[in-house]
Nanobody, 125 residues
Framework: QVQLVESGGGLVQAGGSLRLSCAAS??????MGWFRQAPGKYREFVAA????????YYADSTLGRFDISRDNAKNTMYLQMSSLRPENTAVYYC????????????????????WGQGTQVTVSS
């Protein structure tokens, strides 16, 4: 099972940008994704990317502002976040998909495993 470690979180003002990284201890040929959990809320899907990076999928709330990418040579996935809003404040988690497919039904908590420990993103108004 691949081990994942997130980094890059921090405090940023509204309208600012952050880039999160997710380093994998081993190579995975599955899709990977980002999720987030705000205080008092359920963990929700943010974005996913297929193994070769050809396919991406975003939650509607992040479309156009967030950009997911991965560098398989470095076993690292990224989430570039722009135009951040206070409501984006959350702990952001990366995860690897449980199987090697790419299908609409996988973009939820049940479709992913091998979670990282999370990185805090705080957006001030």
């Amino acid at each position: 099972q691949v081990q994942l470690v997130e980094s890059g979180g921090g405090l940023v003002q509204a309208g600012g940008s952050l880039r999160l990284s997710c380093a994998a201890s081993g190579r995975t040929t599955n899709a990977m994704g980002w999720f987030r959990q705000a205080p008092g809320k359920y963990r929700e899907f943010v974005a996913a990317i297929s193994w070769l990076g050809v396919n991406t999928y975003y939650a509607d709330s992040t479309l156009g502002r967030f950009d997911i990418s991965r560098d398989n040579a470095k076993n690292t996935m990224y989430l570039q976040m722009s135009s951040l809003r206070p409501e984006n404040t959350a702990v952001y988690y990366c995860a690897a998909a449980k199987d090697g497919g790419w299908h609409r039904s996988m973009f939820n908590l049940q479709g992913f495993g091998s979670w990282g420990q999370g990185t805090q993103v705080t957006v001030s108004s």
